[in-house]
């Protein structure tokens, strides 16, 4: 089963360069965040090899989630080939994210 | 088909699930479309849970809920469920987004409430961009700056107290001049040189701009305008009960509701509907509160049992 990527200064645009990728913004003390974990967890198996499921700790990651202009997390970003083409605030249900990779795939 | 559906994975619906469980019924699923643990999971401290003397965060509060209701075979499905009805032979159906759906023998709707908008202009646009409903989430990108807190119930004062301790300088906004928070927690706030109080004033607007919230202007009773220049507002100004999965196709309701939507339920938690209880923050005069919400859900579940069983 594949494992979600942990994304930092580094390696983010790089990883987001191709293809769809979706990135949840998160922070361990954050309720809502802790929420949807599992749901990234089954995300990153059911997508694996087709989308890309990435995590960005936001505690340890700062200058990331002030370039993407973070305010409230969880907030999930969606990428197709680099380029920023949606988001979504607060906690989101599995087929909801689902259905918003599936239609940018 | 389930003996017992119970639909939210907060205080009510675990109590429910580890009462129904211990107590024998077998096939019994919490749907939840996240990890288990409910609102209070977003809430900085709790200390008024009786038997709980230590003060946790909401989230290190739940940590062990979990563990322990499931002890007796409760199932969690990761699922979000988006409508409960009736069938004709008296069970019922459970559908689940994606187009799924399970049968019930009984339903325990546990759906809670979610924070309320206080619906001043520039409210909803800049939501998530300087907006927000959760201090221990949000708290953190307001390090040392200045932010408004609105509201003057237990909540608001909380959470104010909170965010004293991460920004520069806290306003708390409140549209009259007298709480309703409990006494200890009032004298802290009155008491705390990092918070403000701006008070008998109604949020007219919030502004910005495309990166985000840069601050609100208050109005007072007088139509005296005041400008706040703050990225934060954090808005708790009461909750809404999450009632929308017993609305039906034609826009009814499946059970009987009050005025305001919450859902009428006797004192064993039984809905107008036989085999459809509700429990938490959902049904009439709820209280709100964790402890209340975990009574109910073991009422809930007794009375489920208790239901499957004759």
Redesign the interface.
């Given at each position: 089963m594949g494992k979600y990527l942990e994304l930092n200064a580094s390696n983010f645009d790089s990883t987001v360069a191709e293809g769809v990728a979706l990135v949840d913004f998160w922070?361990p003390?954050?309720?809502?965040?802790?929420?949807?974990?599992?749901?990234i967890d089954?995300l990153a198996g059911d997508f694996d090899g087709k989308a890309k499921i990435c995590k960005v700790n936001?505690?340890e990651e700062q200058d990331v989630?002030i370039k993407y202009?973070?305010?409230?997390?969880?907030?999930i970003l969606f990428f197709k080939n680099g380029e920023l083409v949606d988001q979504m605030?607060?906690?989101s249900?599995?087929?909801?994210l689902a259905d918003k990779i599936n239609s940018l795939l | 088909m389930l003996d017992l559906a119970i639909i939210g994975g907060g205080p009510a619906g675990l109590s429910a699930g580890l009462y129904a469980t211990r107590g024998g019924l077998k096939n019994v699923v919490m749907f939840e479309k996240g990890l288990p643990g409910g609102q209070i999971t977003s809430s900085s401290e709790i200390e008024n849970y009786p038997g709980s003397a230590e003060i946790l965060s909401g989230l290190d509060f739940m940590a062990p809920w979990s563990e322990q209701c499931m002890r007796f075979g409760l199932k969690h499905a990761m699922e979000e469920v988006t409508r409960i009805s009736k069938n004709p032979d008296g069970t019922f159906q459970i559908a689940l987004a994606g187009g799924k759906s399970e049968q019930a023998k009984s339903v325990i709707v546990c759906t809670g409430s979610t924070p309320k908008k206080a619906n001043f202009e520039g409210e909803s646009e800049f939501f998530g961009k300087g907006v927000s409903t959760c201090a221990t989430c949000d708290g953190f990108f307001y390090k040392n700056k200045e932010v408004v807190a609105l509201g003057g119930g237990d909540t608001a004062l909380e959470e104010a107290l909170y965010l004293s301790h991460i920004c520069s300088k806290v306003y708390l906004v409140h549209r009259r001049d007298t709480f309703r928070a409990s006494p200890s927690t009032i004298e802290k706030v009155k008491n705390n040189p990092k918070i403000e109080l701006i008070l008998n004033v109604t949020v007219k607007k919030a502004y910005g701009d495309k990166m985000g919230l840069n601050g609100i202007i208050v109005v007072d009773a007088a139509g005296k305008e005041r400008d706040i220049a703050v990225p934060g507002v954090f808005v708790f100004v009461g909750m809404n009960v999450n009632n929308a999965i017993l609305q039906q196709e034609d826009g009814s309701f499946l059970c009987d509701m009050d005025e305001n939507g919450n859902v009428v339920v006797d004192l064993s938690m039984h809905t107008s509907v036989k085999g459809l209880f509700a429990a938490g923050d959902l049904r009439i005069k709820a209280s709100k509160q964790v402890v209340c919400a975990a009574g109910d859900g073991a009422t809930a579940g007794i009375q489920a049992l208790e239901y499957v069983n004759h």
């Open positions: 922070a003390w954050c309720g809502p965040c802790r929420m949807i974990a599992p749901v089954e936001t505690d989630a202009g973070i305010r409230s997390i969880p907030t605030i607060g906690a249900s599995k087929q909801v | -």
